[in-house]
Nanobody, 121 residues
Framework: QVQLVESGGGLVQPGGSLRLSCAAS????????MSWYRQAPGKERELVAS????????EYATSVKGRFTMSRDNAKNTVYLQMTSLKPEDTAVYYC??????????????WGQGTQVTVSS
């Protein structure tokens, strides 16, 4: 069965760093574009970063550009989000998303369960 399992979340102080991982299984990983989304209390879920199926193109939300780096390792069926210079505004549940590269967006997509990131002093 399809699984996306996030890890690496936790409590970190402002200015600190954290690396999130998302391990995928049950589907052909290299056929899927991957994204990180986040949702803070009272706010809509927002796209943080995305990467195409072979890692050729990455895109970032303006709010995280220059601070976060998304990458993927297709040999390990894993995507990462390296977060640096963390701010309290980054506090949210972070979700891993897989969307089939050769289907219409959202038609063949999977979601992880989410991992909590809390940035607080």
């Amino acid at each position: 069965q399809v699984q996306l399992v996030e890890s690496g979340g936790g409590l970190v102080q402002p200015g600190g760093s954290l690396r999130l991982s998302c391990a995928a299984s049950g589907f052909t990983f290299s056929n899927y574009d991957m994204s990180w989304y986040r949702q803070a209390p009272g706010k809509e879920r927002e796209l943080v970063a995305s990467i195409t199926n072979f890692g050729i193109i990455t895109e970032y939300a303006t709010s995280v550009k220059g601070r976060f780096t998304m990458s993927r390792d297709n040999a390990k069926n894993t995507v990462y989000l390296q977060m640096t210079s963390l701010k309290p505004e980054d506090t949210a549940v972070y979700y891993c998303n897989a969307d089939h590269s050769y289907s219409l967006p959202g038609r063949n997509a999977y979601w992880g369960q989410g991992t909590q990131v809390t940035v607080s002093s």
